[in-house]
């Protein structure tokens, strides 16, 4: 070492070939060492070195890599994890204009000021930088370098219009995918280049690019440092981004050192902007062109002499400032702000006894945030590792296997890859850290593999989200003008030219949504060609399709099988429903039509096979007078209706009228009017599908589960479609109506005039407890008082006798009575109480009376004579007891009364 080292400043706008001279000077000899900006680029540097040397000879050191043969020449680094103390003949650094960088500028400077070569020391980078190196490096020599191409600006270009080999540069995450979601839909895809990315990744993605395979690159300003690629045109998506600590808006420099990736070699490239970035200002457009810049006056600078006395006494040396003009300290890094968090904690100053152990924390602190987690987080692992380094001089194994482990996963999206491996390179960097791990060789290469495994999973999923093999294949067989050819498989899948475009549903052709716009028409032109025959046959097989194979909804839409194929509409007639059926125009009015015609068929012969006992009233011809109107009535209401709302009609009904009723199935039931055969689960969804169609509903009621006895009640759910659901609402919950008849009987066999009470049978019939029963019974009008009372036992209460459809059990079912009793479990101790409730009936409003019996059900007479049940027992005004009559009065509740069919209805709809 007889000279002093040659510092050489080689600097010049992009493609100018600063990295590849670099590269032929360090070749030139024995040992070096060369500084990059980036992993990746690092990486790209290394493949180029070990092709032309091969790998026994080659390193690469980078914060999460490790690569060092033992006959170590050439040292392929990122600036801050480079050997400066190996005594290398030659040494470089690239993109020297980062001295200025807030966040690493600090670092750059360092190796500016103190990292040489032992015969020769290039330092690569922008003509900004002249200045500031002469002044701090008088004996430097500079050599400028001309761009080898013409650089244009183009102006602003939507991105439908971009040209092919572009580059569209964002500054996040969120904008890179977005624009990449966007090419894809309109261009057929792009790779994604983002710093964040393994050299993997990047790689892959790239290689997609430079082959061809997709024609766009959507990137971070991560391409502005040096990553060659054959890029004609590169547009900005902005012209701001977050520093950090802000937005701002992106210096003329850092401009050029993106828009200069554009033109490879001797090819012309261009740049301008798209979508909603600002045009570029014409003087700063000129300056990119044409490489003139404001030089840089201030350099980021940090003390590198360092005392590790005290914690205290390293932080201030952090923090000393310069007095070098050139210089100015830059902001406090993570390596600081980690170092003043910990040394905040009392348990961790307690750990401090002695210069190497604060030597050691620094160590630790160094660590990068690769994770971008909150800084306490990261000061939290960074005290934890530091705590392992202190005690057991390793990171435990166990442990490290742990956080590695957790990481090993390739499930997932885009963002939990991209998580997985950033947090993997914290224990990619732990690892590569000489003495931190008890064997290193292993945990390399296990931090390694998962790191492929990871970057693999991402490019794969990269690939799939932003590379649509489809649109590309398609767009260029319609540039090149030709057929495409489409099919149908044997479930509906629409392919053309083997990829898949849509289904067909039905009758209606349902295009995949990620098409865009463009090519949606072709696409659906190609495939509607395929679908002529297939809609043909469809219509012929669905036409010949059992009823069975098709059904309707609660909602009214009509099925066959799993495909919705038409829907209900309101008729003339509301047991007359028409169809709409669901057929693409391109099907043609035969198809439309003959699944129309199929149709209509079912849903006439349903409401037909569901609602015959009604459909038989409509047709009898036998029918006459009143009797030939109250059947109408019924019909109208399709075949369930409250009592009260016809009351003065069944009153002036005679005995031969209703006889000719019940011929029909119709029960006059003590509250409902119904048709017990239509009150199962089927005709009750047909019934409510009716009426809404009739009521024009745009949501439909639905019935509820069947087999319920009481369902609760809804607020907003008005009486009548209780009513038609089956059910009577009183109280809290709606009772069937079929059980609410059977109830009434048994509050009939229960007569008293002073009250009664419920018994054992009541509550078996509505399943409630008796504080529920209490609550439905002063929904249906009645009184009730709540008592206790020393329990005795009680003898059996004989079950009411069966209904019978005598008009003279009918004139019986006139009044009833409620009794229940509660039994609790006997105590060994003192006599045991129960709670009972005495109900008395208690009109609450006019038209609300208690329930009667109807004169018009027995044989008109004179007088008012009582035996055999003859003649009327109204009885007007004041509370009274449902069961006023004597016992040997009683008759069951007419089983054609109108609550007992709406509780039916509601049972089997249930």
């Known amino acids: 070492m007889a000279t002093p080292s040659r510092i050489t400043a080689v600097l010049g706008p992009t493609n100018t070939g600063k990295t590849h001279y670099a590269i032929e000077r360090m070749l030139a000899y024995r040992t070096g060492v060369i500084g990059?900006?980036?992993?990746?680029?690092?990486?790209?540097?290394?493949?180029?070195?070990?092709?032309?040397?091969?790998?026994?000879?080659?390193?690469?050191?980078?914060?999460?890599?490790?690569?060092?043969?033992?006959?170590?020449?050439?040292?392929?680094?990122?600036?801050?994890?480079?050997?400066?103390?190996?005594?290398?003949?030659?040494?470089?650094?690239?993109?020297?204009?980062?001295?200025?960088?807030?966040?690493?500028?600090?670092?750059?400077?360092?190796?500016?000021?103190?990292?040489?070569?032992?015969?020769?020391?290039?330092?690569?980078?922008?003509?900004?930088?002249?200045?500031?190196i002469a002044a701090l490096e008088p004996q430097a020599q500079f050599m400028r370098r001309?761009?080898?191409?013409?650089?244009?600006?183009?102006?602003?270009?939507?991105?439908?219009?971009?040209?092919?080999?572009?580059?569209?540069?964002?500054?996040?995450?969120?904008?890179?995918?977005?624009?990449?979601?966007?090419?894809?839909?309109?261009?057929?895809?792009?790779?994604?280049?983002?710093?964040?990315?393994?050299?993997?990744?990047r790689n892959a993605q790239v290689a997609m690019y430079q082959n061809g395979e997709v024609d766009y690159l959507v990137a971070t300003d991560a391409i502005g440092m040096g990553l060659n690629l054959d890029i004609k045109h590169v547009a900005f998506s902005g012209l701001r981004k977050f520093d950090g600590r802000k937005m701002r808006q992106l210096a003329p420099n850092e401009l050029a050192q993106i828009a200069g990736r554009a033109g490879r070699h001797t090819s012309n490239g261009s740049f301008g902007v798209t979508g909603e970035a600002?045009?570029?200002?014409?003087?700063?457009?000129?300056?990119?062109?044409?490489?003139?810049?404001?030089?840089?006056?201030?350099?980021?600078?940090?003390?590198?002499?360092?005392?590790?006395?005290?914690?205290?006494?390293?932080?201030?040396?952090?923090?000393?400032?310069?007095?070098?003009e050139w210089l100015t300290k830059g902001r406090p890094a993570d390596d600081l702000n980690a170092l003043k968090t910990l040394t905040s904690q009392p348990e961790v100053r307690d750990r401090l006894r002695s210069a190497p152990d604060v030597r050691l924390l620094w160590e630790a602190c160094r660590i990068p945030d690769f994770q971008g987690v909150s800084a306490a987080e990261h000061a939290s692992l960074v005290g934890r590792i530091f705590e392992f380094l202190q005690e057991y001089r390793r990171v435990p194994d166990d442990w490290l296997a742990r956080q590695v482990k957790r990481l090993d996963k390739t499930q997932g999206d885009i963002d939990a890859l991209s998580k997985r491996l950033a947090f993997i390179r914290t224990w990619t960097y732990v690892a590569q850290r000489k003495g931190w791990v008890d064997d290193e060789k292993h945990w390399r290469e296990a931090t390694r593999a998962v790191e492929d495994r990871l970057s693999d999973a991402l490019h794969n999923a990269l690939t799939q989200r932003f590379v649509d093999r489809r649109t590309s294949v398609l767009l260029r067989r319609l540039k090149q003008k030709e057929g495409l050819v489409a099919e149908v498989n044997d479930k509906g899948e629409v392919t053309v030219e083997g990829e898949f475009v849509g289904r067909l549903e039905g009758f209606r052709f349902q295009q995949d949504a990620s098409a865009t716009p463009e090519e949606a028409k072709t696409l659906r032109q190609?495939?509607?060609?395929?679908?002529?025959?297939?809609?043909?046959?469809?219509?012929?097989?669905?036409?010949?399709?059992?009823?069975?194979?098709?059904?309707?909804?609660?909602?009214?839409?009509?099925?066959?099988?799993?495909?919705?194929?038409?829907?209900?509409?309101?008729?003339?007639?509301?047991?007359?429903?028409?169809?709409?059926?669901?057929v693409d125009d391109e099907a043609g009015t035969d198809v439309a039509e003959k699944v129309t015609r199929r149709l209509q068929h079912f849903i006439d012969r349903k409401v037909?096979?569901?609602?015959?006992?009604?459909?038989?009233?409509?047709?009898?011809?036998?029918?006459?007078?009143?009797?030939?109107?109250?059947?109408?009535?019924?019909?109208?209401?399709?075949?369930?209706?409250?009592?009260?709302?016809?009351?003065?009609?069944?009153?002036?009904?005679?005995?031969?009228?209703?006889?000719?009723?019940?011929?029909?199935?119709?029960?006059?039931?003590?509250?409902?009017?119904?048709?017990?055969?239509?009150?199962?689960?089927?005709p009750t969804r047909l019934r409510l599908v009716l009426w809404s169609l009739a009521q024009k509903l745009d949501e439909f009621p639905e019935s509820p589960p069947p087999g319920l006895v009481t369902i609760p009640t809804i607020d907003g759910v008005s009486r009548q479609v209780f009513t038609l659901a089956g059910y009577r609402s009183a109280g809290e919950r709606a009772i069937r109506i079929d059980m609410l008849e059977r109830l009434a009987d048994l509050l009939r066999a229960q007569d008293s005039?002073?009250?009664?009470?419920?018994?054992?049978?009541?509550?078996?019939?509505?399943?409630?407890?008796?504080?529920?029963?209490?609550?439905l019974m002063e929904g249906l009008g009645y009184r009730?008082?709540?008592?206790?009372?020393?329990?005795?036992?009680?003898?059996?209460?004989?079950?009411?006798?069966?209904?019978?459809?005598?008009?003279?059990?009918?004139?019986?079912?006139?009044?009833?009575?409620?009794?229940?009793?509660?039994?609790?479990?006997?105590?060994?101790?003192?006599?045991?109480?129960?709670?009972?409730?005495?109900?008395?009936?208690?009109?609450?409003?006019?038209?609300?009376?208690?329930?009667?019996?109807?004169?018009?059900?027995?044989?008109q007479g004179k007088g008012k004579g009582k035996p055999k049940g003859k003649g009327p027992r109204g009885q007007k005004g004041g509370a009274k007891s449902f069961q006023a009559r004597p016992p040997k009065k009683d008759k069951p509740i007419d089983p054609d009364n109108p609550f007992a069919a709406a509780l039916m209805g509601l049972k089997d709809k249930g």
Not at 75 to 93: K, N, Q
Not at 102 to 124: I, Y
């Open 526 to 582: 190609a495939s509607l060609a395929a679908l002529a025959p297939e809609f043909h046959l469809r219509a012929d097989r669905f036409y010949n399709a059992p009823d069975t194979e098709l059904d309707f909804t609660e909602q009214g839409g009509l099925m066959w099988g799993e495909h919705a194929v038409g829907k209900l509409i309101a008729g003339d007639d509301v047991l007359k429903p028409q169809v709409q059926a669901f």
């Open 753 to 775: 005039r002073g009250g009664f009470e419920a018994n054992p049978d009541m509550l078996s019939i509505t399943g409630m407890t008796l504080e529920q029963f209490a609550n």
């Open 608 to 682: 037909a096979t569901l609602f015959e006992p009604l459909l038989n009233v409509q047709r009898d011809e036998t029918l006459t007078g009143l009797a030939r109107g109250f059947g109408f009535r019924i019909v109208e209401a399709l075949g369930v209706i409250p009592r009260d709302q016809v009351a003065s009609e069944v009153k002036e009904l005679d005995q031969d009228a209703r006889g000719m009723l019940r011929k029909h199935g119709i029960r006059f039931g003590q509250f409902t009017i119904f048709m017990p055969l239509l009150l199962k689960p089927a």
């Open 36 to 132: 990059l900006p980036l992993r990746l680029l690092a990486r790209e540097v290394y493949d180029k070195i070990v092709a032309i040397r091969g790998p026994s000879v080659v390193a690469l050191v980078t914060g999460e890599e490790r690569i060092i043969p033992d006959r170590t020449q050439y040292w392929v680094c990122t600036v801050e994890a480079m050997p400066t103390d190996i005594g290398a003949d030659f040494l470089a650094i690239d993109e020297i204009q980062l001295c200025a960088d807030p966040e690493r500028g600090h670092v750059f400077t360092d190796r500016l000021l103190r990292a040489r070569g032992l015969h020769e020391t290039l330092f690569l980078g922008s003509d900004t930088m002249r200045g500031a």
């Open 278 to 324: 600002p045009p570029i200002d014409e003087d700063v457009a000129d300056a990119i062109i044409n490489h003139r810049f404001t030089p840089l006056k201030k350099l980021q600078w940090r003390n590198a002499d360092l005392e590790f006395g005290t914690a205290e006494r390293l932080i201030a040396s952090l923090e000393a400032s310069t007095q070098n």
């Open 146 to 201: 001309e761009r080898f191409s013409e650089l244009i600006h183009a102006g602003s270009k939507k991105i439908s219009r971009m040209p092919a080999r572009s580059a569209i540069v964002g500054f996040s995450v969120d904008n890179v995918y977005a624009i990449a979601e966007l090419i894809r839909r309109q261009k057929g895809g792009c790779a994604v280049v983002m710093g964040a990315l393994s050299p993997r990744t």
């Open 784 to 859: 009730a008082e709540k008592g206790e009372r020393e329990k005795v036992k009680a003898a059996p209460t004989e079950a009411p006798a069966e209904e019978t459809d005598a008009p003279a059990e009918e004139a019986a079912a006139e009044e009833a009575s409620t009794t229940e009793a509660s039994a609790e479990p006997a105590e060994d101790t003192g006599p045991e109480m129960e709670v009972f409730y005495t109900f008395t009936w208690a009109p609450r409003r006019q038209g609300g009376g208690r329930p009667r019996q109807d004169r018009g059900d027995r044989p």
